[in-house]
């Protein structure tokens, strides 16, 4: 091994005893010593006799590798305590732990030839060549001596062996009669109690065995108060007759003590104080005092003695030793917060007895023993000064939790405690109040506070760390990270608990299925103080992750929702249809702030503003549409219905701000849902008729896809919020659409014929074809096809079945309707058409002149030639359809320069003016006849002169519009 792997090798095995030794906290006394051994290693080469060569097979950090270190640091610290360094007291348990280790990593090494054992040479033997060497059947007997003779296993068999011991030992006296003669047992238990607590302390004393001596010291502690339950059974000394029980308990409580004080063990000093609290409680069941059964002087006794017992960990010495304030001090630290809690148990027992009994715990307690309750109702109940006691106990409770956490240790258990206790505090100060109790008062008191607690949060977080170094500063930033989380979630919860109470007072006050909860001033002060308080919890929040911040905002939101409503109901305005609009005006001015500024909190308020208008609506639904339950009707009474509408209307201009906040789509579709149920509730309460609704929606989807088609560029449309539009109005236009089919078809079974429902399906015809040709997709383009061809499909079945008409009549109807969906399909396909004409289209329009005109001329020429004699009004519609269609084919193909329907039009006016002279014998109807013929010809005539005029500008209006001119720039205005 050459010498730098030496040097490394043991500068490698000083770091491993510095390791260990600072783990136990003993490296300040030897720190120095291997700081200089170190140095020293740093300039040459220094052997170590007690430190062996590794093996060439060893692996680094591996088991062969630790038990040669922990070799060496047992002989490091043998030579320290021989050398006066360390005490051997003090390196007594790591000793101790690091043979065991030790003995446990040997079963893992397979080496030829071994190491030394870690302070147990004498298990080597020699072999005739002279060396060294360890037979396996000796190894083997030696691992299971020592895995038998480990101290923590025979102290765990002393336990067992003490506590059966005990067991048997009572088990035997009882079958053997020795408690017929109480004086005599007594007696004996006491003397062997002594006896045995004797040897222990002797064994402890005068010889090496210490772990023996302390389980026989802690054997005869365990057996000692047994002697006070034998006086009590025995009736030597019974506690409900008022025997002194205390004398043997104080004599119990001074052993204890001098147990601890001899001992020195840590573990009496629970010991000690148990004794002193059990004396303390025998002297309360004395006879000249008979207060064991009363909850005042009990808790009164277990906190004086837990408040003695924390403050007693101050009194020892902050340094090292036996009586040190790290052994000593924290263990009466401990003993004395477990005393606290046995007294705040009481205490509990106590208060609850006491403000429950007139409520129901009697009663309750004879419901199920079927005997009156064993005592009478507590002072606390009645008593002043009882609740002045029970206010000054759990105060006293609160500053040695809050002292336990600033002095002693930083524990969040203690905050959490300081919590409680404070709270509990506040309950026992509302009831020294002459006020009565009620639900309104505690939220109030909870809702100051989750105040007080924000306040102290928002103190901390604030706070720089100052006048500490980088490692104490560390660790003092970490414990107030922790510190400022647990109160953050103390406060939440106080914030959510009065939330709770004002929203179950709310549906109480709505809803008649529960007890009706008075909101009263204290509610509304609670919700107030609420709202703040959850504000207070936000704004402490506002730079941290999570949903902490919006989660205070939302509960803020919602007490100060509650806090109008509370207002509102205040002053007699309780009514659904009053109290929320005006509660719906918070998300409104909310969204309204949102537009107008940028707050770092904008998501946080967004979800508040969300949340109020989700919990508010429905409820606003429910009671206008089924109001089963409803405490108080509406005010408004029958026009209710538009109180609803205003509160959708609301909804929707909040949805609208949003939009224009957070441009998202999600917020254009909630505002349309909302605006349409508003126009539908403003409908339905004026009595509508369904023809009406599809034709409004309709036409507003109609008219929000011009808008998106017209007056919106191609980077506008890109947008989510045009894109949004785009997807309502072609929602709005489809669902009125497939609506108007369904309210046709049903029409047709119930009522036959309907002349307005035809109108608007022709109009649902005309709108689906005007959008297909606005809509560059094809999929959409596909779909208003299909949604007109449905329409017309609907249409002609109402038309055929409904009308109560000829066959032949009914014929001429379905002609026209194919001639009018020939002409529309062949036109769109002329619109299309390039440079290359289409053969369907020359057929379309053929077909679809012939047919839309034919039956009209067919029909007025056999009516002027009495080939049959038409009296009703179907005549009319002959002479006025003929007239009409073949003038309007006519100029449509003049003006589109389309043969088909300009010679089928010419021909058809032609024939109708020719055949005038049949009614030169009848005056009054020629008259009629030329009197539409002007109308038709003035109208050609005007129309065409306009076009004439304006041509130039009406060829220009498209260049106009792209390029936003003349009266068009208004669409650039912002």
Not at 212 to 227: E, I, N, Q
Not at 364 to 370: A, E, I, S, V
Not at 428 to 442: H, M, Q, Y
Request: charged share 15%; proline share 4%; aromatic share 10%.
């Amino acid at each position: 091994m050459s010498p730098t792997d030496r040097r490394e090798d043991l500068s490698a095995a000083i770091d491993f005893v510095l390791k260990n030794l600072r783990h136990w906290q003993l490296e300040e006394t030897v720190q120095p010593y291997y700081e200089a051994w170190l140095n020293r290693l740093e300039d040459s080469d220094e052997a170590c006799d007690h430190l062996k060569p590794p093996e060439p097979d060893e692996e680094p950090r591996g088991p062969a590798q630790e038990w040669r270190y922990r070799s060496f640091l047992d002989h490091e610290l043998e030579k320290h305590i021989s050398e006066g360094r360390l005490s051997k007291e003090l390196c007594a348990h790591l000793l101790e732990e690091n043979r065991l280790r030790g003995r446990k990593l040997r079963p893992l090494i397979h080496m030829t030839v071994p190491h030394a054992e870690i302070a147990d040479e004498s298990d080597e033997t020699s072999s005739p060549n002279g060396e060294t060497s360890t037979p396996s059947s000796t190894t083997s007997v030696s691992f299971l001596l020592e895995a038998i003779l480990d101290p923590r296993s025979l102290q765990y068999l002393m336990m067992l062996g003490g506590g059966l011991l005990v067991l048997g030992l009572v088990i035997w006296l009882a079958t053997q009669g020795f408690f017929d003669n109480p004086v005599v047992v007594a007696t004996l238990l006491a003397v062997g109690n002594l006896a045995v607590l004797g040897a222990g302390a002797f064994m402890l004393t005068r010889t090496r065995f210490q772990l023996a001596g302390r389980g026989l010291a802690l054997l005869a502690c365990m057996l000692m108060p047994f002697h006070l339950w034998f006086y009590d059974s025995q009736g030597l000394i019974v506690l409900d007759d008022g025997g002194h029980l205390w004398i043997p308990a104080l004599v119990i409580a001074l052993l204890y003590t001098a147990c601890a004080l001899l001992i020195r063990d840590t573990m009496f000093v629970y010991a000690v104080v148990g004794g002193v609290t059990l004396t303390g409680l025998m002297i309360l069941g004395d006879q000249t005092i008979a207060r064991f059964w009363e909850g005042a002087a009990a808790t009164t006794l277990l906190i004086g003695i837990a408040a003695a017992s924390i403050h007693a960990e101050r009194a020892f010495s902050p340094g090292d030793g036996p009586f040190s304030r790290k052994e000593f001090g924290l263990a009466f630290y401990r003993a004395g917060h477990c005393v606290l809690a046995a007294g705040l148990v009481v205490m509990l027992n106590w208060t609850v007895c006491a403000w429950t009994y007139g409520y129901g715990l009697s009663d309750l307690w004879l419901d199920f023993t079927h005997t009156p309750i064993p005592f009478t109702e507590p002072a606390l109940a009645t008593s002043h000064s009882m609740k002045l006691l029970a206010l000054g106990l759990t105060l006293t409770a609160t500053y040695l939790y809050g002292y336990s956490y600033i002095v002693v240790r930083r524990q969040l258990v203690w905050v959490a405690a300081v919590t409680l206790t404070f709270l509990w505090s506040e309950l026992i100060f509302v009831d020294l109040l002459p006020l009565p109790i009620t639900a309104n008062l505690v939220i109030t008191m909870f809702a100051a506070t989750a105040i007080v607690m924000n306040t102290l949060r928002w103190g901390i977080s604030e706070r720089p760390n100052r006048g500490a170094d980088e490692d104490e500063g560390g660790a003092v930033a970490q414990d107030t990270s922790l510190l400022i989380s647990l109160t953050g979630g103390l406060a939440t919860l106080l914030v959510a608990v009065p939330l709770c109470v004002g929203i179950t007072g709310y549906v109480r006050a709505m809803f008649d299925a529960f007890t009706v909860q008075e909101l009263g001033e204290f509610y509304m002060l609670a919700m107030a103080l609420t709202a703040v308080a959850g504000y207070l919890g936000a704004h402490t929040r506002r730079h941290e992750p999570g949903m902490g911040s919006t989660a205070n905002w939302t509960m803020s939101g919602l007490a100060a929702v509650l806090l109008s409503f509370g207002v509102l109901s205040y002053n007699g305005l309780d009514s659904w249809d009053i109290t929320i609009p005006v509660m719906l005006l918070l998300p409104l001015a909310i969204a309204a702030i949102l537009t107008a500024w940028r707050p770092t909190f904008t998501v946080a308020l967004a979800t508040t503003a969300q949340v109020i208008v989700a919990l508010l609506v429905p409820l606003a639904a429910y009671a206008s549409i089924h109001g089963v339950g409803l405490r108080v009707a509406p005010a408004t009474g029958v026009s209710s219905p538009l109180m609803f509408a205003a509160i959708l209307l609301e909804t929707a201009i909040f949805f609208v701000l949003l939009t224009i906040r957070t441009k998202s789509d999600v917020t254009i579709y909630m505002s349309a849902l909302a605006a349409s149920a508003a126009l539908w509730q403003v409908m339905y309460f004026h009595e509508y008729t369904p023809n009406a609704y599809l034709l409004c929606y309709g036409g507003l989807g109609l008219v929000l896809l011009f808008i998106h088609h017209v007056f919106t560029t191609a980077a506008v449309k890109r947008s989510n919020v045009a894109t949004a539009i785009d997807c309502v109005g072609h929602l709005m236009l489809s669902i009125a659409g497939v609506g108007c089919i369904l309210m046709s078809l049903n029409r047709l079974w119930v009522d036959g014929f309907h002349g307005e429902t035809v109108l608007l399906q022709t109009g649902f015809i005309g709108a689906a074809l005007i959008t297909s040709l606005m809509q560059p997709n094809a999929d959409l383009r596909r779909w208003y096809h299909v949604l007109a061809i449905g329409e017309a499909a609907a249409m002609f079945l109402l038309v055929t079945f409904g009308l109560d008409l000829e066959p032949w009549q009914k014929t001429e109807i379905f002609a026209t309707a194919s001639g009018l969906i020939f002409l529309l399909a062949a036109h769109v396909g002329w619109a299309r058409e390039q440079e290359r004409p289409q053969e369907w289209v020359t057929v379309g329009l053929a077909i679809g002149s012939l047919l839309t005109v034919g039956p009209f001329v067919i029909g007025m020429l056999a009516q002027r030639f009495d080939f049959y004699t038409e009296t009703t009004d179907w005549r009319f519609v002959h002479e006025i359809g003929a007239l009409t269609v073949a003038l309007i084919l006519l100029g449509s193909g003049i003006l589109c320069r389309l043969k088909s329907t300009t010679v089928v039009g010419g021909i058809a006016t032609l024939t109708y003016v020719a055949t005038l002279l049949v009614f030169i014998r009848l005056p009054h109807q020629l008259q009629h006849m030329a009197v539409y013929m002007m109308i038709g010809g003035g109208i050609f005539f005007v129309v065409a002169l306009l076009l004439s005029i304006y041509r130039d500008y009406l060829l220009s209006l498209p260049e106009r519009l792209r390029n936003r001119k003349g009266l068009f720039r208004v669409l650039t205005w912002r």
